[in-house]
Each structure stands twice: as structure tokens, then as C-alpha cells.
């Protein structure tokens, strides 16, 4: 036996509160419903109603036909419940036409009803331009971009880099350790062929700090999960900037203390979002409603290789359930039907 087996029952006796919806109807900022937001929609509305879920954001958009045929069939089948965002293929950077024919792309997205831009982990590691050479996020012909959705007023979800640990040494210290064991892909220490985790985050902290008119949604808590202060000097640092806890619920989970009084004094800049995909069970947001709203001890994550220790609940204030839950992304999203939250 080894330690992706293991897996003890605990024997404490403690309190357990199961939750399978949430205390308040929630708009989930990152999801990727792919492909069935071009398909039949009725079973994922279904599951969505039954986890007390208003809204899903689906932020694999694409573009072009794939974008159009994605958005007459939630406009058809279900328009109160899906927004999509656009994707871009920055690859084409070099071509005579890109700035032009990109800012085309956003414009004609947006009159169509895209609520914003998702912005892949690729962009800052692995785009290349036309000579093979990184495309850097910072990138001074990206500006006209992020300066177009500023003006447009659609947010921009940003997810730069990974775990600073993917690029630490694979050995025992090594938090990360088993992830990368069984998703060996996801290491970045190699320096021939990926940047530095310090680079990449710096190249992202750069667009949010030239671009004071756009806002930007940093994915998974920017990779700052686990240092709170840090995180919190960030959103002080740049107003224009909003987080959200997809795929890094563990990280808070495991230091209750502090992550209540994180998320109590930056309540106005979370979001709340999952990662969900369609491999994944929706029985995973359970976890997510027992770290937010209980105060249970030392229970389980879904995920073994994202967190092999335990959770605990935060039990947040009303006010800062609703906030995560749905205000402020009423706020960030006016299409979103406010009728949706009862």
C-alpha cells in the first residue's frame, strides 16, 4: 500500500452537517459545461436547480460558429441560466491583421451577448508567436485588448500560471507531490521549456496594474490560497481586480481562522466558482457549502490530490455568504436576471 491508497477513517466523533444546496441561490463564475452548452440542456438546469445554483458562467465560449451556435441554444433553451465568455487565439499575434481583426472578434462577441473574456493558463507559458518565442502576458500588442474590454465593461477571468509548487522539486517536502505523480504534465520546473513561476505572476500583476479601467477576475484565488496576506496586500493593491475560489476551496478549508477573516474583510471582491466540468460529480459542491456555511471539523475534500489533509467549515456571516453567493456577481454581471435570486 502507498499513500494514494490510504485513505483512514477517522475516528473522532464530531458533529457532521451533510449540505446538498446551498443557503442562498449562487452564480457559479467558473464553469466549463462544455459540451453541453451545445446540447441538450434540460439534465445540467436540472442539477443546477437541485444545488440551489441560479446561474453558471461557462467560460469555454470559443469563438466564431462554435460561440454562435453555443449562444442561439441557450438563448432558445434556457436564457436565464448560461452566460458564456469569448476565447482568443493569441497565436496569431504576428499576423498583419490580429489587432484589427481580434478587437473585431471581442466587439461582434459582446453585440451578441458574451459577458466577458477568459484568458487560458497557455497565455504566459506555453503561446508561442510566429519565431517560437513566447508570448509573453504583458505582451505590449495584447494592450488594445484588455483596454477594449475595459470600455465594453466585461471582466476579463484570468488564469496565469499554476501552484507555485509545480515547479518545485519533485521530492518528499513537496505539497504538491502527489498531484504531480499522478498528473506528471503539470510540472513546470523545467526551465528550458516553461517560465518561472515569479515571471508568469509578474507579467499578470503588470496587466492588472496598466489597465486601471478593466476589470480583471484572477482565477483561484491568483495561486495565493495559501498565503492570505499576501492575497489581501494584492486586492488592496489593485482595486480593478477580483478573485474567485474555484479549485482552491482546500486552501481555505485548511486555516479557518484566518480564511473567515480573509473572506469577511474582502467579502466585495470574492467571487464564488468551481471548475466544474463534466467529468466531475455535482455532489462536489457539497464541500463547498459545508466549508462556507458550517463550522464541522476535520472532514473530508473530494479531490485526494489536491488537498490529502482535512477541512473545516468557516460558518461566514450571512452578509458574506450572500456576497460570494450572488451579489457581487449581480454587480459585476447586470444581464444576469435578477429575478433569479429568490
Known amino acids: 500500500m502507498d499513500i494514494e491508497e490510504y485513505s483512514p477513517v477517522s475516528t473522532l466523533k464530531i458533529k457532521e452537517t451533510l449540505l446538498t444546496k446551498s443557503k442562498y441561490p449562487f452564480i457559479d463564475v467558473h464553469g466549463h ?11 445540467l438546469v436540472s442539477e443546477m436547480d437541485s444545488l440551489n445554483m441560479a446561474f453558471m458562467i461557462n467560460l469555454s465560449g470559443f469563438r466564431g460558429l462554435y460561440l454562435k451556435k453555443s449562444l442561439e441554444n441557450v438563448k432558445k433553451n434556457a436564457p436565464t441560466r448560461f452566460g458564456l465568455f469569448l476565447n482568443l487565439d493569441f497565436e496569431k499575434i504576428d499576423e498583419n491583421d490580429f489587432e484589427s481583426n481580434t478587437l473585431k472578434i471581442i466587439n461582434d462577441s459582446y453585440n451578441q451577448g458574451v459577458m466577458g473574456l477568459k484568458i487560458y493558463k497557455s497565455l504566459g507559458l506555453t503561446d508561442k508567436d510566429s519565431n517560437g518565442n513566447r508570448i509573453k502576458i504583458n505582451d505590449p500588442r495584447l494592450k488594445p485588448i484588455w483596454e477594449l474590454c475595459g470600455k465594453l465593461k466585461i471582466p ?5 500560471g499554476d501552484p507555485e509548487p509545480f515547479w518545485s522539486d519533485k521530492d518528499k517536502y513537496n505539497e504538491r507531490w502527489l498531484e504531480l505523480r499522478q498528473k506528471p504534465g503539470r510540472y513546470m520546473g523545467d526551465s528550458n521549456i516553461y517560465p518561472s513561476f515569479k515571471e508568469v505572476i509578474s507579467e499578470q500583476h503588470d496587466i492588472f496594474e496598466n489597465n486601471p479601467g478593466t476589470i480583471f477576475i484572477n482565477a483561484h484565488l491568483g495561486w495565493m490560497g495559501n498565503d492570505l496576506d499576501a492575497l489581501s496586500k494584492h486586492l488592496d493593491k489593485y482595486p480593478n481586480v477580483m478573485t474567485e475560489i474555484g479549485a482552491v476551496l482546500a486552501e481555505l478549508g485548511r486555516q479557518p481562522k484566518r480564511a473567515r477573516k480573509f473572506l469577511i474583510n474582502h467579502k466585495e471582491r470574492i467571487l464564488f466558482g468551481k471548475d466544474y466540468n463534466p467529468s466531475q460529480e455535482f455532489s462536489e459542491y457539497y464541500t463547498y457549502f459545508r466549508v462556507l456555511e458550517t463550522n464541522d471539523e476535520y472532514f473530508d475534500y473530494y479531490r485526494k490530490r489536491h488537498a490529502h489533509w482535512k477541512m473545516y467549515g468557516l460558518s461566514l456571516p450571512d452578509s458574506v455568504l450572500k ?19 429568490k
Open 33 to 43: 459545461p462544455f459540451p453541453t452548452v451545445i446540447s441538450d440542456l434540460t439534465q
Open 156 to 160: 476579463i477571468l484570468i488564469h496565469s
Open 323 to 341: 456576497a460570494i453567493y450572488y451579489e457581487n456577481a449581480l454587480k459585476l454581471f447586470p444581464k444576469i436576471d435578477k429575478k433569479l435570486i
